[in-house]
């Protein structure tokens, strides 16, 4: 008996599932009912065409009741609201591909205590707070990962900030389940 998901019935490709719906003007489709689409989390939603970056857009604590409609609303925001990029559009369908990371509970640390590969980080300075996931490629290090995140919070580099770290666990659409990172 093979563990593997239906399509659509693992968090990558739930998102997928979540943009075309959107995208033919329907409404999401039904939260899968299995692990781990039950509890409350929080997730950051990305897609990728022909590999570069299309959209991304999370949160770090649950804004939903349950991880399948956290899923659909940052599938959503991804696809049609991240700044960077125009709306998904049908077209682009064939060439997207989609990972999401569910995130742990975010802890407070020290630049020492942080591994670019292992977690990710966030760093605040007042209101301003600048995110950036584990194990993304070409940030192979903690200085190049918390220098990111500071520029996306626009913190400069003489300004006193906070940091804070968390695991993910990252569902690929070409994976058959969660690694954890």
Same mark, same amino acid.
């Given at each position: 008996?093979?563990?593997?998901?239906?399509?659509?019935? @693992?968090? !990558?490709? %739930?998102?997928?599932?979540?943009?075309?719906?959107?995208?033919? +003007?329907?409404?999401?489709?039904?939260?899968? &009912?299995?692990?781990?689409?039950?509890?409350?989390?929080?997730? %950051?939603?990305?897609?990728?065409? &022909?590999?570069?970056?299309?959209?991304?857009?999370?949160?770090?604590?649950? /804004?939903?009741?349950?991880?399948?409609?956290?899923?659909?609303?940052?599938?959503?925001?991804? /696809?049609?609201? @991240?700044? &960077?990029?125009?709306?998904?559009?049908?077209?682009?369908? #064939?060439?997207?591909?989609?990972?999401?990371?569910?995130?742990?509970?975010?802890?407070?640390?020290?630049?020492? @205590?942080?591994? !670019? =590969?292992?977690?990710?980080?966030?760093?605040?300075? +007042?209101?301003?707070?600048?995110?950036? $996931?584990?194990? $993304?490629?070409?940030?192979?290090? #903690?200085?190049?990962? #918390?220098?990111?995140?500071?520029?996306?919070?626009?913190?400069?580099?003489?300004?006193?900030?906070?940091?804070?770290? %968390?695991?993910?666990? =990252?569902? =690929?659409?070409?994976?058959?389940? +969660?690694?954890?990172?």
């Amino acid at each position: 008996m093979s563990d593997r998901r239906p399509p659509g019935h @693992d968090p !990558a490709g %739930f998102a997928r599932s979540c943009v075309e719906h959107l995208v033919a +003007g329907e409404p999401t489709p039904a939260t899968p &009912r299995d692990d781990p689409f039950g509890d409350a989390a929080a997730c %950051f939603v990305s897609i990728k065409k &022909r590999g570069e970056l299309r959209g991304c857009i999370g949160t770090l604590s649950p /804004a939903e009741a349950d991880l399948g409609a956290e899923i659909a609303r940052n599938a959503r925001s991804a /696809a049609f609201q @991240d700044p &960077r990029f125009p709306p998904v559009s049908a077209a682009e369908l #064939v060439d997207l591909s989609y990972s999401v990371d569910v995130l742990g509970e975010a802890e407070p640390c020290g630049l020492g @205590d942080l591994d !670019a =590969r292992a977690y990710g980080v966030i760093v605040n300075c +007042g209101w301003r707070r600048g995110v950036l $996931l584990p194990d $993304l490629p070409g940030v192979d290090s #903690v200085e190049r990962q #918390v220098a990111i995140a500071l520029q996306k919070a626009g913190i400069g580099p003489d300004e006193p900030f906070d940091v804070q770290r %968390f695991t993910v666990t =990252r569902y =690929r659409e070409e994976g058959s389940g +969660g690694e954890r990172k």
